[in-house]
């Protein structure tokens, strides 16, 4: 069967402890959660180096806006791939390849789709940001950028959902290899282009675009080679609209969150904005409140890395062990991811409360002309708020995805939606109302301080909203029906 005969890269997840087992297959994609980091952080540090003010402020700007589509392919692909676990567990080599047919299948619709609606919306998007031809050098930065990336959706989309079909086969360290081969290649790229060709925007994301192309189809004539009973047949391609239908209720759900969630992010740091913007209506110089919150918040994203890591594991493992029939192993390694999850989230707020000292992470991400007492107060008092609290986002993480695993993939998307809503009614609201009147820069320390419970206030509705389907479908230890 297709399980016996993969190489030392994958990890059995139907036997052997399953904390061990959990946190062996974690590790590689920690690694590269992490690495990606480096990959957009380098990417980033390249265009600020090498492009123009306005340049850099058009790539900056519409990060929030491209994560709404890049992230729901993602959650698509993430979604089939749950699928694919599940008749891996069974050892059924012929429904593993036709879900893999499959999904090349719906990745194509997907991609045609998304990149219509993504370049159909680009200018009232932009103009929603506050974006406008008022400063036409941001402006043409932000479009020409968003543009290219939205036409490269597609290898964004397949690039994931290669690393997802190995990920469900229990394979977790060949996407870590290949994420790194399509680090130095876009480094390399953005080089080639921005600095000796002089594409500017164009170029750094052309770049991008790509390197995942390139690693998507080295990625899939790796898998090939790797696994002989994944070369599709005509026939794997004329599966039945039901199982079609099976791959879009696990996919489809799991996309609309991804966006959800970027959606929150997006109400959050429009909120944020206020605390920069003086009475007389203009701009607090230094922006200390963005700088001070951006900089945290890149070393937030760095820090959640292996809690988001452990819930991509904990999908692979609960769907295998669903279509294993092993049930109980998906209850005790309910039990134990949620310990691992405690343990991480304890020293990773531990790490980040260190780098809070004197402002130290704000020197890794800012230059020393950014940095003041009071960018160091915004994003030390946003850390505080989030550090504090890591075990709520541990917890989500291993409910939202542990749910998700056994196919029940409508409670994640309820879960997004309560975080939408905790996210927008505390930014929207609380901060105004701690402050006894609208937000400036003159506001109160605990109107900003409300404003960043917005983040742990949001996993905690998630939270709530997981409980009913983790005791009903994860800890009862019995079989459970969810396609």
């Known amino acids: 069967m297709l399980l016996n005969r993969t190489r030392k890269s994958s990890v059995g997840l139907l036997s052997g402890g399953e904390g061990k087992v959990l946190f062996k297959f974690s590790v590689p994609i920690i690694l590269s959660y992490l690495l990606q980091q480096v990959y957009t952080i380098s990417d980033a540090a390249i265009c600020g180096q090498t492009l123009s003010v306005d340049e850099v402020a058009g790539v900056n700007d519409v990060f929030p806006l491209l994560f709404i589509f890049l992230q729901f392919a993602i959650g698509c692909t993430s979604g089939f791939s749950v699928i694919t676990s599940m008749a891996a567990g069974n050892e059924n080599d012929v429904v593993v390849r036709r879900s893999f047919a499959t999904q090349i299948v719906l990745g194509a619709i997907l991609s045609v789709l998304l990149t219509i609606i993504a370049i159909v919306t680009l200018d009232p998007l932009l103009r929603f940001i506050g974006l406008n031809e008022a400063n036409m050098g941001v402006w043409t930065a932000a479009y020409d950028y968003s543009l290219v990336i939205y036409i490269g959706i597609f290898a964004q989309l397949y690039y994931n959902l290669i690393c997802a079909i190995l990920r469900s086969l229990g394979d977790s360290t060949t996407p870590l290899v290949f994420l790194f081969f399509s680090t130095i290649l876009n480094i390399a790229l953005d080089l080639l282009f921005i600095i000796t060709f002089k594409f500017g925007v164009i170029g750094a994301s052309a770049a991008t675009v790509v390197a995942q192309a390139v690693s998507a189809i080295v990625c899939l004539i790796y898998i090939f080679l790797k696994y002989p009973t994944l070369r599709l047949k005509r026939s794997d391609v004329k599966a039945d609209f039901s199982f079609y239908s099976q791959h879009l209720k696990q996919g489809i759900p799991l996309g609309l969150q991804f966006s959800v969630l970027a959606v929150g992010i997006i109400v959050m740091q429009g909120a944020l904005v206020n605390f920069d913007i003086r009475p007389d209506g203009l701009m607090e110089a230094g922006n200390p409140a963005q700088n001070g919150f951006g900089a945290a918040n890149k070393l937030n994203n760095f820090l959640m890395c292996p809690m988001s890591a452990l819930g991509t594991a904990v999908v692979s493992f609960n769907a295998q062990n669903y279509g294993a029939g092993r049930f109980d192993r998906i209850k005790r390694g309910t039990i134990k991811a949620l310990l691992i999850g405690l343990l991480m989230s304890i020293v990773l707020g531990g790490i980040g409360l260190l780098l809070t000292i004197n402002g130290a992470y704000q020197y890794i991400f800012m230059s020393t002309d950014k940095i003041t007492s009071q960018s160091i107060k915004y994003g030390n008092v946003y850390l505080y708020v989030d550090l504090s609290l890591y075990f ?45 009147g609208a937000i400036n820069s003159t506001s109160s320390l605990a109107s900003y301080i409300s404003l960043c419970f917005g983040d742990p206030g949001a996993w905690l509705l998630a939270v709530l909203a997981l409980v009913y389907p983790t005791f009903k479908y994860l800890l009862s230890g019995k079989k459970v029906t969810s396609l």
Not at 406 to 420: M, S
């Open 392 to 436: 709520i986002l541990a917890t989500l993480h291993v409910l939202r995805s542990g749910v998700q695993g056994v196919g029940y993939a409508k409670f994640t998307l309820i879960a997004g939606f309560a975080e939408l809503v905790a996210r927008t009614t505390i930014c929207g609201f609380i901060p105004a109302l701690v402050n006894g």
